[in-house]
């Protein structure tokens, strides 16, 4: 099965936004077996975007296509699919309806615009909307398909998954298709990519003499491994097997993580923190649960990012009292109780760390303070930061970074950085629950 | 002149990385008046290739090709244009020296792979590399071109800056093509996208009136408007000019901005918070700057979204004092001296505002509570938010709010809800310093 991915949309033409939808929906595609050889990008112009259906149609067997669905007059990917299936558009009263209501709980009143996305091609089944107003589309020409989604990438991912997916594994059962490509991300921070692939280099060389190994057409229980360099979010490790079925395809992966683990835990040390989309966040939420412990947050430049990660891990209520943002000096000695001096140091980072376990009740305190930049301040440079970490049960300790980049950066790496020192000095600890007497 | 971008890459397709390059290609080609009708990606195989570039050519009159200019044996973009011009490769014994050089100079040996790079098509031109060791390449097919540059981003750039621009502009110069295209986008928040388009469907009209307007094949002079709903930075109009110089399209704009912004003032009230760049932060500190006030924020849902969001903007430190982040109710009554009881109402929204105006020393309070869900709090539903407002020359104010969307959506709607509504009372201030006396 060959997917062409069709985003529609003069803004990615002009570079207004990047296609971001494209790469999420081929990353789904390949985890899915689903072979994507090639991407389109065109605009809101009817002649154009018929002429890259049935360019897509003639070198694939199927194409999503993103876009194009919104309620306004440029909105036209509705009517290039039915002019390519050969067949009229038809109003369907149920999605009228439907969306009608979807204005009404909001107490608004829907405009007549909003009626064109219950357009619907004859012969085409609806993908229903659950969290907008425009439908999904499943559009048969012959035995290819159109699958048409909106482009708000919230409400793509989720018709995909609801939508799209089921229907290509039903058609990829009926032509006898039924490998599977899955992959796993062991995620690290602290390690350069280089520095990781000299680590994984054995393992690498192995994999490649067990068998031939092509990028998009590789036999039958082969492995590989990629690179990826994620920025603020680390290093990646892409582990991607491809087998006759996912659980197959999962037992490859359990021996080949426990076997880049142990290659980079023997070079590196502990820089592995998670697997897929455990965050670092989730690597510290699960040494503080663990242990039963809590935690407060003090942060200067970071100016809150630490916080907001913490409170996006489901649960986050269970551990996370709360945080002070003292940007301002005055702010770390009133509220903080740092005393009165510079407070770009490791001993403001310290009395950051103990002021904010103090006035959250938290068990474990984690204060940061630095320059982001662009200008030096109390004489120390940008990329500088200090962190703070106060331990129920142990005596405060601090740790000086220095980072690379831009003021944005340099607040995203001392974020994740100052995560880190936290879920390392956790792990430390002793043994689970070492921190309640406290 | 249209231009089609060809990407690349089997990571592309893959999803392991979003095609930037091709975004940042539209916009600058936009800029330089060169109408782009279509992108494609592709992965690293001979045959696609050369299919993607015969059906660029088709519907285009020339390609620029990023990516596949690597030294390693994936990388086939030579190849593949030598076959589609119908010439052979030649190894350029000087590029061959000059990467050799570039080796020599980093204390390297240069691979035997590398000269792969010095490989060019019969007729092609050079772009010499000054970054790293690709060069790109100029290849003319009859009246048609292919420009081939590294996919590294910033080789690219600099490369199409100082190679492809000028060979596009002296093309379009020898077929009297002269007209540049600019874009700008008017910010709103608070209003839907049907609303939007109904506000300004008088201009529309008037626009189309005023001549044929084709999205990307318009006449000298001519305006379009098109709506792009962006999610969490709410809904932006993009006005795009095109005209015979920078300067007459800054003109138009000018005029047409104003005609924008009064048609959805006059339907929609004061929705449009910025513009271009112009983030709700940017609103929100500009309205702070002009009247000498300085800010402090509560949150608890929103976990420090707010204040990372703030500290984002150049130069806070002016006006932003600092925050707390009281996700544990016990952090609410002992940092925020909010009165012990429920902590999901408008008047510990209220509380809170006080509360941080107080604790950070600032003129102005910002307090949020609510619920992110997914479960109900204190019988409050999720997606339920209250806003508090401590102004230092007024009594505090609150609002209700409702926002759709899981967890994470409302958090972020809930953090520029919360914005816009302090922007929205500090235009509302009598004038300019009103609040300088507390």
Redesign the interface.
Known sequence: MRIEIVAVG???????????N?????????AAGVT??????????HE?IT??FR?ALA?SDGIIVCGGL?????DITREAIADVMGVELVRNQEIVDLIAGFFQTRG?T??A??ARQADVPVGAAIIPQV?GTAPGLICPLGNKVIYAVPG???EMAEMFERGILPDLRARMAAAGEQSVIVSRTVRTWGASESGLAEALQGRIDALDANDAVE??GAPAGSVTL?F?ASGIEGIKV?ITARAATLDAAAAVLDVEEKEVRKAIEAELGDIVFGVDDESMEVAVASQLIARGLTLG?A?S????????R???V?G??AW?????????E??KF??LGVPVGPVVTEAAAAAMAEGVRR???ADVGLGITGVAGPDDQEGVAPGTIFVGLSLASESTSTRALRLPGD??RV?QYGAISALDLLRRALIDLEAPSAGREA
């Open positions: 003069t803004e990615l033409l002009l570079g207004q936004i990047a296609d971001t494209s790469a999420w929906l081929g990353d789904r595609l390949a994507s050889h090639f991407h389109q990008a065109v605009g809101d112009n154009r002429l890259a360019t070198r919104g309620p306004t007059q440029d608004r829907m405009s615009n909003n969290m708000v990438p919230y990028p998009d990629a990826l892409r947050v942060e430049l970071t100016g809150g990012l630490i916080a907001s913490l409170v996006n489901p986050a209520s996370f009292r709360g945080g002070v943002v003292a940007y301002h005055q702010v009133d509220v006035a959250t009740g003021r944005e607040r």
